[in-house]
């Protein structure tokens, strides 16, 4: 993709300056060495990881590490994204849920640090790879479902079967309701992956449209527009992503509603 | 990032010959495993760190807060509820300062309306008996006046009489002055 959108826009506008590699940013390379990336190879991935659990303890440990009563800057952070998650998993999934909420808001912590990580110039977005936002839904998916049928065995599949719908119905319902069920994960990731993708590639694209004077200005102007939308992304994609867990976690405890 | 520096990600399946990504790099299969391994790693560190250290802290501290806001309010409305006390005993004693400086005032009033009474009847009465005395004075200089223009009228007229070359009988000059007044 990237090698095609060089050649179309070189050969358009006949400037041997014009370079687009707005994919170059997810290629994933070892940190050490020239080698292969392996299984354990420690690569810009693992550099970005390690940053994202450095900032989130930061936050969430050292942050709060006076315990004040009256909060600091930094622990008045941690208290509000602990209130919103909190306040997330009781209202969307319920009360019951809240012995939960550390794996949700393990999730939220770590899509939102990605996602802003992510927007620093030159920096990995991690959760703009597949490998990790199919992880996340597929972890979430497998979870979800395991536990309902820990929950509440067979009747789980009620879920599938809308009583409230007339019978003849039901069965139609029935595939309707399935297939949405198991696409769960695959919009779950992908829509978390593509949206920070896309919008970091359209980045990278009008970046290279800097290199001509004549638009520059034009560029710059829409790296800029295109960045603070990508701030309001960030933010946005991890709560949609944490909102539909939470909404998934309740399908898992309360199957009949 | 990977144009700056061509090189650094070795020519694969998925990157090419001059450092640029091949395609997506996120369909790039040969990465997965690293990338799922340090996933996985990164999420239970984090999951390790917030429920066993920040969670716990924070959701300590804002019960902490939490207890602290509702003593503070028990505290407040038991202050509101003394100083509504202290406020009511002040109208209470206000009140009763009134109505004590009221009788006060009207025992005051009283008493000296009596003793004005008394003065007034006393100066009343001395009034009146100056009054008596000074009518009897009156009356007694008045007699006495009649009495002197008696005795200088009958002096006068027997003066005349003589002086008119006869001598006058002062018992009779006196008899006819004596008429002349009462008539």
């Known amino acids: 993709m990237a090698t095609e959108t060089h050649g179309a826009e070189g050969a358009a506008h006949g400037e041997g300056g014009l370079v687009f590699h707005p994919m170059d940013q997810f290629i994933v390379k070892p940190l050490f060495g020239n080698g292969e990336v392996g299984l354990f190879t420690v690569t810009n991935v693992t550099l970005w990881m390690v940053i994202a659990v450095l900032c989130i303890t930061a936050l969430m440990v050292w942050g709060t590490s006076r315990r004040a009563i009256i909060p600091g800057r930094t622990q008045s952070v941690a208290e509000l994204a602990y209130g919103f998650i909190y306040k997330m998993v009781e209202d969307v999934t319920g009360k019951d849920a809240v012995k939960y909420f550390p794996y949700v808001m393990t999730l939220f912590m770590f899509i939102v640090f990605s996602n802003f990580l992510g927007l620093i110039p030159m920096a990995f977005t991690l959760t703009s790879h597949f490998a990790v936002t199919v992880v996340l839904a597929l972890a979430v998916f497998l979870s979800v479902t395991v536990l309902g049928f820990v929950l509440h065995g067979t009747k789980f599949l009620g879920l599938f079967w809308p009583t409230s719908a007339p019978l003849p119905l039901r069965p139609v319902l029935a595939v309707i309701e399935l297939i949405s069920y198991f696409v769960r994960p695959v919009s779950h990731s992908i829509r978390l992956g593509g949206n920070l993708m896309a919008g970091h590639a359209v980045i990278k694209v009008f970046a290279g449209f800097a290199a001509l004077a004549a638009v520059s200005p034009l560029s710059i102007l829409g790296i800029t527009a295109m960045y603070g939308l990508e701030v309001m992304v960030a933010f946005i994609q991890a709560y949609v992503f944490t909102i539909l867990t939470c909404v998934y976690l309740k399908d898992a405890l309360h199957p009949n509603h | ?183």
């Open chain 2, 1 to 183: 990032m990977a144009t700056e520096t061509p090189g650094a990600a070795a020519a694969s399946s998925c990157v090419g010959p001059d450092g640029s990504a091949i395609g997506m790099p996120q369909l790039c299969f040969d990465w997965w495993p690293n990338q799922i391994f340090w996933l996985i790693l990164a999420l239970l560190a984090i999951f390790f760190v917030l429920s066993r250290i920040a969670l716990p802290r924070i959701a300590s501290v804002l019960a902490e807060r939490q207890g602290t806001i509702t003593n503070d309010i028990a505290a407040a409305e038991d202050l509101k509820r003394k100083a509504a006390d202290a406020e009511k005993a002040y109208e209470k004693a206000l009140a009763d300062a009134r109505t004590e400086a009221q009788k006060i005032a009207q025992q005051t009033r009283d008493e000296i309306k009596t003793e004005l009474d008394a003065a007034m009847a006393k100066a009343d009465s001395e009034i009146a008996e100056k009054t008596k005395g000074s009518e009897q004075r009156i009356s007694e200089i008045r007699a006495s006046a009649m009495e002197n223009v008696e005795i200088v009228a009958k002096d006068t007229a027997e003066a005349i009489v003589q002086a008119l070359g006869t001598t006058a009988d002062s018992s009779q000059v006196n008899a006819a002055v004596d008429n002349q007044l009462k008539g």
